[in-house]
């Protein structure tokens, strides 16, 4: 078992930044893909960002490539979703997610893993 939670979620004026975080316990952190999700009011849950095992591979949804970083310190079991120029659009409820069986994936099903989620909203 893997118990997530997720901290940093706020309200930012467009423009503005804030650093999600998302500290993982219980089954080794290192071998896990972490993932980024979000779910806007009346929408599906679409895919952030993901990372691999190491840190070494990312990915990015179209939408926040070159605004948003994901990161993760295997040694605090951790894992970071840094979004810059912020923009209305990305006001949703964030989501970190853990999968031991599927490397790097976008796909939500593959998250065997969820934590409470984090509300961001940004005000245009």
């Known amino acids: 078992q893997v118990r997530l939670v997720e901290s940093g979620g706020g309200q930012v004026q467009a423009g503005g930044s804030l650093r999600l975080s998302c500290a993982a316990s219980?089954?080794?952190?290192?071998?896990?893909?972490m993932g980024w999700f979000r779910q806007a009011p009346g929408k599906e849950r679409e895919f952030v960002a993901a990372?691999?095992?190491?840190?070494?591979?990312?990915y990015y949804a179209d939408s926040v490539m070159g605004r948003f970083t994901i990161s993760r310190d295997n040694a605090e079991s951790t894992v970071y979703l840094q979004m810059d120029s912020l923009k209305s659009e990305d006001t949703a409820v964030y989501y970190c997610?853990?999968?031991?069986?599927?490397?790097?994936?976008?796909?939500?099903?593959?998250?065997?893993?969820w934590g409470q989620g984090t509300r961001v909203t940004v005000s245009s």
């Open positions: 997610a853990a999968t031991f069986r599927a490397r790097n994936s976008r796909y939500w099903g593959d998250y065997d893993y």
């Open positions: 219980g089954r080794a952190f290192v071998g896990s893909t």
């Open positions: 990372i691999g095992r190491s840190g070494g591979i990312t």
